[in-house]
């Protein structure tokens, strides 16, 4: 009964202050938002300097859904966020029947069959899946933590069906986003590192089998000792770690056998661009040129060259940050990567003052979807990483990827607008 006075008569202190939809958000993190609110205004203003020269209007789109986003954003956050975990279920209905849809009447672009067109706008329900993905894991995880087999398996069950249909598209990004959230929030919810390493051990073993053999070896054996010490029926578990590391690697030496010239590219010449420097490596080559021209202050905005002479194709959606590292710099790349860091800190914050798991579990989820789009987007800029069609969040151009990125920023907000209360 006091926690109740003591939230009446400070709402009720603030009314008089504030207006009244926002004396209905005394604790969403302000912090977070202006750094969202920052990338996304920047996001606008590199979009614009790589269509300078175009009639494109791309960049005051950019702009108008990332309010609207805002608006979505400040709309969630009033909202209590626990009345979701009673929807999951049909939260997850939705996402999966918005992903057949894809497949039926989808519209097939750059290679995959992505979008919806709805009223002229062309919608990606794979973008929004995500949000319906998290909703769906942090409902079972609070009722049901990782710390056991049946329950780990049960979450990779649930998150098969969305994958599947996602990568039937295909559309291998989003297929790894879904990978990152559902292995960041087993380790929130408890789930053993050991097991989380055993999950991610066979994509090791693929790469090592082709690239450093006497390693694929180590590593197979070493699985095996992971086994030993983190799962039950000791001898079983190893024998069986052991096996499934060493028959990825053969698997992998078969499947690369099977693939064409085309795809093996896709998947190396980020390690040696420059053996097709006018085919499959010249975007990346190009985006090196570009980052590397900018040295410590960059060139200026709307002056750098390979932007303004639009050397690098598809720049203002999975790019982007070329534009940034040429036209700002050092100073300029290493203010982005702050502004993320500093998200991605009070997604953490968030997530350990959460009123409850659930909320803690949200917050996570997009943590880990967060992290690892600007990981593997700005890896793949600079020759790092595969280039996969991971856009970079709040910057990328994209309408549907923009709006999904506030939606989960407003659960987020909304988890920290009901914590509870410090009191002093």
Known sequence: MMLRATKYSYRGSRKRLLPLWLSSLPQVDWLLLILVVGLTSVGGVMIRSTELHETSVTWWQHWIFGGLGVAIALFVARFRYENLRQWHWITYAITNISLIAVIAIGVAANGAQSWIEIAGFNIQPSEFAKVGLIITLAALLHERDGQTIPSVLRILGITAVPWVLIMLQPDL??????????????????????????????????????????????????????????????????????????????????????????????????????????????????????????????????????????????????????????????????????????????????????????????????????????????????????????????????????????????????????RPKKRF
């Open 173 to 418: 990004g989003t297929g790894l986003v879904f990978g990152a959230i559902t292995l960041g929030m087993l380790y929130w919810a408890n789930m053993s590192p050991g097991w989380l390493i055993l999950m991610v051990s066979p994509i090791v073993s693929a790469i090592l089998f082709n690239v450093l053999f006497p390693g694929w070896i180590v590593w197979a054996v070493l699985m095996g000792l992971v086994a030993w010490f983190t799962l039950p029926l000791r001898f079983v578990s190893t024998i069986g770690a052991m096996a499934m590391n060493f028959g990825a690697g053969k698997l992998s030496g078969i499947f690369w056998g099977l693939l064409k010239d085309y795809q093996k590219d896709r998947l190396t010449l980020f390690l040696e661009p420059e053996k097709n420097p006018l085919g499959g490596g010249y975007q990346l080559i190009q985006s090196q040129i570009a980052i590397g021209s900018g040295e410590l202050w960059g060139r200026g905005l709307f002056e750098g060259t390979q932007t303004q002479l639009n050397f690098i194709p598809e720049q203002h959606t999975d790019f982007i940050f070329s534009a940034v590292g040429e036209e700002f710099g050092f100073i300029g790349s290493i203010a982005v990567l702050v502004a993320f860091w500093l998200i991605c800190f009070r997604l953490v914050i968030i997530a350990c003052q959460a009123n409850d798991n659930f909320g803690s579990l949200l917050a996570i989820g997009m943590l880990s979807m967060i992290s690892f789009q600007v990981i593997v987007n700005i890896c793949m800029t600079v020759g790092l990483a595969p280039i996969t069609g991971i856009p970079l969040p709040w910057l990328s151009y994209g309408r549907s990827a923009l709006l999904t990125n506030f939606i989960a920023l407003g659960l987020v907000e909304s988890v920290a607008n009901y």
